[in-house]
């Protein structure tokens, strides 16, 4: 799996958007970004995938560059709820075929009054 | 999403016991299971791949017969931990595969005394 690189820490106000940068350079034509988070002592909680579309859901929206080798997920208006550590994971998935996620250090997001 | 249980949330042992833990699909059956480990902030590490009626595969550095795995069931894999060391305190999480997403368990806090 593709390497992704991410800014350890980010603080972000209340009632903003959190813009979460990922770069994945060496990411190959058939590896999905995939985002996940951790709350504190929280098992880790998917959030978004996408392999060169934008995606949105109703947690947040990946932006991923036309090159690929770069995303960002948005988050448009954090809450205190949202602080915890942001993973971005870079995998190669087909439907029916499970495989494993390795976990980088993340970015804490830490959301303020 | 998918609901992935794990039980106990936390236990208490002494050095020299037994610890099992458990990693139940409520809502899917799973055939493929992984364990984790979590040291105090550091990331997730992948400690081995839980295939349902099948030897586990192990990551290298993890000790198979201290780190036990049962995939009996399509909805239950279970992490023992023979001859718990302090050194073995940590934060263990399942997560349960429904391709193309995983879905973790709440994780498994345990402390050896």
């Known amino acids: 799996d593709a390497k992704t690189t991410q800014p350890p820490s980010m603080d972000c106000a209340e009632g903003r958007a959190a813009n979460l940068p990922c770069n994945h350079s060496?990411?190959?034509?058939?590896?999905?970004v995939y985002w996940y988070r951790q709350i504190h002592s929280q098992g880790p909680q998917y959030i978004i995938h996408g392999l060169k579309n934008n995606e949105t859901n109703e947690m947040a929206s990946l932006i991923i560059t036309e090159d690929r080798k770069s995303s960002t997920l948005i988050l448009p208006h954090a809450t205190l709820r949202d602080t915890a550590v942001y993973y971005c994971?870079?995998?190669?998935?087909?439907?029916?075929?499970?495989?494993?996620?390795?976990f980088g250090t993340g970015t804490r997001l830490q959301v303020t009054l | 999403g998918a609901v992935v249980s794990q039980h106990p949330s936390w236990v208490i042992c002494k050095s020299g016991t037994s610890v099992k833990i458990e990693c139940r699909s409520l809502?899917?059956?799973?055939?493929?299971m992984f364990w984790y480990r979590q040291f105090p902030k550091q990331s997730l590490m992948l400690m081995a791949t839980s295939n349902e009626g099948s030897k586990a595969t192990y990551e290298q550095g993890v000790e198979k017969d201290k780190f036990l795995i049962n995939h009996a069931s399509l909805t239950l894999s279970t992490l023992t931990v023979t001859s718990a060391h302090p050194e073995d305190s940590s934060f263990y999480i399942c997560?349960?595969?429904?391709?193309?997403?995983?879905?973790f368990g709440q994780g498994t806090r345990l402390t050896v005394v």
């Open positions: 997560s349960a595969s429904r391709p193309p997403e995983a879905f």
């Open positions: 994971i870079v995998r190669f998935s087909i439907t029916g075929t499970a495989s494993k996620l390795t």
């Open positions: 060496t990411i190959s034509g058939n590896e999905y």
């Open positions: 809502d899917f059956q799973a055939t493929t």
